[in-house]
């Protein structure tokens, strides 16, 4: 099975507090944060993940797809919402039933449109608060593993402690 997971842009850009913020200065910065989280956690999760913006009022822009730490990035073209390219994305996707596709966003008429077509919908703060617990689960196994390491330092004896250290200071 392969997951997938498909976010509006725009709307997790304007739902969530840390990013709202950086739009009010730069909507640029904002998109890079948000695209930098996702990095994160898709080298957590393993999920193949796309970001659609909208820029249907946008003139003369044709649809760019870019890929950026892993991400699958979309801007759509003049007259093409993010939603209508979920919408097709989640409909080509879901052909293979063994995908699992959802669908970040909290506009809920979209979020129906989803699971009619298959898939499964996220909220803007469900994706959040799996991103921040993400988050946590790194930093414990990052704990674990420095706590291995120093453990082991704490298991040898004070003689043996001892004659590695002169060892070392030997050694420089």
Do not use: C, P
Not at 33 to 62: C, N, P, R
Request: glycine share 4%.
């Amino acid at each position: 099975m392969k997951k997938y997971l498909l976010i509006d842009g725009y709307n997790i850009i304007n739902s969530w507090a840390v990013l709202k913020e950086a739009a009010e200065i730069s909507l640029e910065e904002a998109r890079s944060k948000l695209i930098d989280l996702l990095a994160d956690y898709k080298s957590y999760t393993g999920q193949e993940i796309w970001v659609i913006f909208d820029a249907h009022q946008v003139k003369g822009v044709e649809d760019r797809q870019d890929q950026l730490m892993g991400i699958n990035i979309v801007f759509t073209k003049e007259n093409q919402t993010a939603d209508s390219f979920i919408e097709i994305k989640v409909k080509e996707l879901t052909r293979n039933r063994r995908n699992e596709v959802r669908v970040a966003t909290s506009d809920w008429a979209e979020q129906q449109v989803i699971m009619g077509s298959g898939g499964i919908r996220i909220s803007s703060r469900e994706l959040l608060i799996e991103i921040e617990q993400n988050v946590k689960n790194i930093e414990i196994k990052t704990d674990t593993i420095n706590k291995e390491k120093s453990l082991l330092y704490e298991r040898i004896d004070k003689k043996t402690a001892k004659m590695l250290d002169e060892w070392r200071k030997k050694k420089e």
